[in-house]
């Protein structure tokens, strides 16, 4: 369940830069507009973040301490952070309402791991740290221990845990303290919410917020149309600057999860950071990637891993039933070409190739 790979949508953002584009009110006449683009660091990968503010004022400490805060609380690379803290406890913890953010992501995870029927578990983290793509250690497996997957696959249960159903400030408790909690498959979409959030209670209408490949965009680009945003080639030696295809957007969030990124070789057996928590090991259906389109980033995310875990027929079926929530998911056919797939909604985002 792990996507650590999920920069898959290419945008251009480089250093601080100013544009400045015309846009014509019919009472007041011509606004000039200044877009001001920042780039930086968190979760361990980049973020970029465009957005148009005809005072240029440079938000960058202030989205800096924002992720900050957020990593203190949903980081499994911080020992001190919130989630760390319960993952090291014998019985579990209690939360108050500083811990917001740890809240916010529990929830969510809730949510989707219902709606998926366990597809999307963030109880995974005993399984991803044994195959090598968590905070323990970049280890690859070089002999998988069967029983050790079946041990650590018996751990894995978001139902298990004790106050899930009075989320919020409290407690919550496990049964084992080997149980741990992962968000790296919904926090950067998340932050990416958060940040967007931060910018609307500034005035600020126009932008484009992507941490790591989860974007939203909200109002018009420098152009003075919709945002575009591009979908990676899915193949392991294709270029980050290879495009399969790409859509528009405007007050929407898109997230992408593949597997051909994050993963490794032994033995000529590969394995990915998708770990199905059903199963205990490394997914490698025919899905390559799945885009999803939602009104927040953070459900975008989330959805997004668990199509890959669910795979292609079933990842249609759960977006068929999802109001107000759209696919694209690429594949390969039973030819071994590439194909894809989208749910009728994507037309409306000028999706093209």
Not at 36 to 49: D, H, I
Not at 50 to 72: C, E, H, K, P
Not at 302 to 324: F, H, N, P, R, Y
Request: charged fraction near 20%.
């Amino acid at each position: 369940m792990k996507i650590l790979a999920k920069g898959l949508i290419f945008l251009i953002s480089l250093v601080l830069v100013l544009y400045s584009c015309k846009q014509v009110d019919s009472d007041v006449g011509t606004v000039e507009t200044t877009y001001v683009k920042l780039r930086g660091e968190t979760m361990g990968t980049y973020y970029a973040v465009t957005y148009g503010d005809s005072l240029q004022r440079n938000m960058q400490s202030s989205i800096d301490s924002l992720l900050v805060a957020l990593n203190l609380e949903v980081s499994t690379y911080i020992d001190s952070s919130v989630i760390s803290r319960f993952n090291q406890s014998v019985d579990g913890m209690t939360f108050s309402e500083k811990d917001s953010h740890f809240i916010q992501n529990l929830i969510k995870s809730r949510e989707v791991y219902i709606l998926s029927g366990g597809a999307f578990d963030p109880t995974v983290m005993p399984l991803v740290n044994y195959w090598g793509f968590g905070y323990s250690g970049k280890e690859k497996v070089n002999r998988v221990d069967s029983m050790e997957v079946s041990r650590l696959r018996s751990l894995v249960g978001l139902s298990a845990l004790v106050g899930l159903d009075t989320l919020g400030p409290g407690r919550l408790s496990k049964p084992n303290k080997d149980i741990q909690l992962d968000f790296s498959a919904i926090a950067k979409g998340y932050g990416v919410d958060l940040v967007g959030n931060y910018l609307i209670s500034q005035g600020v209408d126009d932008f484009l917020v992507d941490i790591g490949g989860e974007s939203l965009a909200s109002g018009k680009s420098p152009r003075g149309a919709n945002w575009r945003i591009g979908i990676n080639v899915p193949l392991e030696e294709a270029a980050l600057s290879a495009l399969y295809s790409s859509v528009e957007l405007t007050d929407k969030a898109m997230a992408t999860s593949g597997n051909y990124r994050n993963l490794y070789e032994v033995n000529g057996v590969k394995y990915s950071h998708t770990i199905n928590p059903k199963t205990g090991y490394p997914e490698r259906k025919r899905l390559l990637s799945a885009s999803i389109i939602a009104s927040d980033c953070m459900t975008a995310d989330a959805l997004a891993t668990t199509c890959m875990v669910l795979g292609v027929e079933k990842a249609k079926e759960l977006i068929g039933s999802l109001s107000g929530v759209d696919a694209y998911l690429i594949f390969s056919a039973e030819d071994g070409t590439m194909t894809d797939w989208s749910s009728p909604g994507m037309s409306s985002y000028s999706l093209s190739r």
